[in-house]
C-alpha cells in the first residue's frame, strides 16, 4: 500500500519470514519502547506549550527527538534479534530520562 503523500508504508517493504513466539514479542516490545520516547517527547511539547512563554527551542528538540524515534521504527529490522534487543534498551531508557525532565 501507497499514500502518494508518505511514500510506500513500513509494512509494505517488510520481507516475509517465519517469526518465532519469542521474536516477535521481542520486536513488538521494541515498538512499545520506541512508542514511549514519542509519549515522553509529545508530553515534553504538550507542557511547554501551556507554559506563558514556551522556549520554541525545548518544542523543537522534541519534535525532532519524535521525528528520529520515527525513523528508527521506520528502519527497525524485525528480523535482526540485537537490533531489536539495543532497540528496546535504548528507547526504553530514553523514555524515561525525557519523562523525568519533566519535574525540572
Do not use: H
Request: net charge negative; hydrophobic share 40%.
Amino acid at each position: 500500500m501507497t499514500d502518494p503523500a508518505c511514500g510506500p508504508s513500513a509494512l509494505s517493504q517488510l520481507q516475509p519470514f517465519t517469526w518465532s513466539t519469542e521474536e516477535s514479542v521481542a520486536y513488538e516490545a521494541a515498538l512499545e519502547a520506541i512508542n514511549g520516547a514519542v509519549g515522553a517527547y509529545s508530553a515534553v511539547i504538550a507542557a511547554e506549550e501551556t507554559k506563558r512563554e514556551p522556549d520554541r527551542r525545548i518544542i523543537e528538540a522534541a519534535r525532532a527527538g519524535r521525528a528520529d524515534c520515527a525513523r528508527w521504527r521506520e528502519q527497525l529490522d524485525p528480523a535482526d534479534r540485537a537490533a531489536v534487543a539495543e532497540t528496546r534498551r535504548r528507547f526504553s531508557r530514553l523514555a524515561r530520562e525525557v519523562s523525568g525532565g519533566l519535574g525540572a
